[in-house]
């Protein structure tokens, strides 16, 4: 499930179609839709009002009352009609954020810095006078309890997705192709909830299926009475399945019947902040910007890398040495591990990591390939019961304790903190779209690390990696060390 959320995440193409679902969804929203509002709502209000009620009691005591009390009442109150209408204002009731909890986080903030702004505006009017020992107390708590108790409700919904309900029921529109490889991606990424139930399909034979549970019920014209066959909530166009007068006259002949019309853009793996959309009379062109690291934004990069590295390093040191003394006192051999990789502009480096295996472990390799549980012709080798790896080299393997001495290379400027994963050169075939990950420093950590670790695919560590490389931020940065943790801590898929 930590691997769906996560690709779901950084699918651009899903967060594309699941936004044009919400703006553009039957006039009729599935009652799921309802109670998933209702819910969030109810328990929004409860926070707000708990929030209400441990501030004034912190800034006042238990023993407060009288006219105080009552004056506090009405503010908390107003408090709580401000904070839902700007929670709402702000996108906080929209179905499309279930599955992405950082555009969900921004926007509670968002909502909560504009209610302190007008709590205060609207005393500083009104002469109202509110201690801020009370504001100081309502309005951070309030926020937090916001974000988890929202954190509990998407992991709720994101379990009722996982079992197929809590889902837009999506007939898609196009060539074979274009049906087949949205239909790859909603599988994938179930946690969108969009289920694509049927097909229309331009060069597809009616009744055969593109996909296990997506037959093709009928042609591209056909479109809009096989939604009702289907029972669809939208209907999605993707590929090059209509042209412009089709798809005008499909959203016609969906007038009246209750359900969304939707185009799913052929983009992928680019994030949101890299398109933009300016209509020219009546089409809507899609701009997309290069992807470029600027020249602050890097410096901050690097700066954040040497940082983050030296302090961890001094405040690591006992373990360090701890795990080196173990290593050299229970197996024969080196206690560092060296291997060539490939860094950024496919140059060489010999990484340092922690010995985890026997000595001779890579002449063994060929007797124990039949074992190896990851596909890409070999590009990536794990075995979950390894016989090569030492009893400590199990433990520090699955505490990522092996990684640590790579915060030397982060220091040196060969490695960053957050990148692609570095190959094995000599395993490694960087060819095609796999060669972009090589723009990039490669790092301790990225998206395929905390979204699967030893179970990630190769084909989806290399789609994680490129959407990094194409759309790197700062705050994207920051997001995926903040989730390592618990990534490592969890010890998801390390083996």
Same mark, same amino acid.
């Given at each position: ?59 006042? *005591?238990?023993?407060? !009352? ?6 506090? &009442? /009405? $503010?908390?109150?107003?408090? @709580? #009609? ?50 801020? *020992?009370?504001?100081? !107390? ?6 937090? &309890? /916001? $974000?988890?108790?929202?954190? @509990? #409700? ?69 479109? @809009? ?271």
């Amino acid at each position: 499930m930590t691997q769906t959320r996560a690709l779901s995440s950084v699918d651009p193409e899903i967060a594309a179609l699941d936004a044009a679902v919400a703006r553009s969804g039957p006039t009729h929203q599935p009652l799921w839709t309802v109670q998933y509002r209702l819910v969030l709502l109810t328990l929004d209000l409860c926070a707000i009002i708990i929030a209400t009620v441990v501030g004034f009691e912190l800034r006042f *005591g238990v023993l407060a !009352g009288g006219l105080q009390s009552t004056d506090y &009442l /009405i $503010i908390g109150l107003g408090i @709580a #009609v401000g904070w839902t209408v700007a929670l709402q204002y702000y996108g906080g009731y929209e179905i499309r954020h279930i599955a992405s909890g950082p555009e969900e986080l921004k926007r509670v903030l968002r909502a909560s810095a504009v209610t302190l702004s007008l709590l205060a505006v609207g005393c500083y009017v009104t002469k109202t006078p509110v201690a801020r *020992g009370f504001v100081i !107390g309502v309005i951070p708590l309030g926020a937090l &309890l /916001i $974000i988890a108790e929202r954190s @509990a #409700v998407r992991r709720y919904a994101t379990a009722r997705r996982q079992r197929g309900s809590w889902a837009y029921r999506i007939l898609a529109v196009g060539t074979s192709d274009s049906v087949l490889h949205l239909a790859e991606i909603t599988e994938r990424a179930k946690a969108a909830g969009l289920k694509i139930v049927g097909a229309c399909a331009e060069d597809a034979v009616v009744g055969s299926e593109l996909f296990p549970g997506v037959p093709v019920i009928g042609g591209v014209l056909d479109a @809009a009475q096989c939604a009702g066959e289907v029972d669809a909530d939208v209907v999605a166009v993707t590929g090059s399945g209509l042209g412009p007068r089709a798809v005008r006259e499909l959203g016609w002949a969906l007038e009246g019947t209750n359900r969304g019309l939707v185009m799913a853009p052929a983009l992928t793996e680019i994030a949101g902040s890299r398109v933009h959309v300016s209509p020219v009379e009546g089409l809507p062109l899609v701009w997309l910007d290069q992807p470029a690291l600027g020249r602050i934004p890097g410096v901050v990069k690097r700066a954040l890398d040497i940082v983050v590295a030296a302090t961890v390093l001094v405040l690591i040191a006992p373990v360090l040495a701890a795990t080196a003394i173990a290593i050299k006192t229970t197996s024969r051999g080196p206690v560092f591990f060296r291997q060539h990789r490939l860094g950024a502009g496919g140059g060489e480096f010999s990484i340092l990591k922690f010995r985890s295996m026997y000595v001779g472990a890579d002449e063994r390799r060929a007797e124990i390939l039949e074992l190896n549980e990851q596909d890409g012709g070999g590009v990536l080798f794990k075995i979950r019961e390894d016989p090569r790896v030492t009893p400590v080299g199990r433990w520090i393997r699955k505490l990522s304790i092996d990684e640590l001495p790579q915060l030397v290379h982060v220091l040196s400027g060969t490695m960053s903190l957050v990148g692609p994963r570095p190959l094995a050169a000599v395993d490694s075939t960087y060819t095609g779209a796999a060669r972009r990950r090589l723009l990039v420093k490669p790092g301790m950590t990225g998206l395929w690390q905390i979204s699967g670790r030893s179970q990630t695919t190769w084909d989806d560590a290399v789609r994680m990696d490129l959407y990094y490389v194409e759309n790197w931020s700062l705050g994207l940065d920051m997001s995926i060390l903040f989730r390592t943790i618990f990534a490592v801590l969890g010890r998801r898929g390390a083996f």
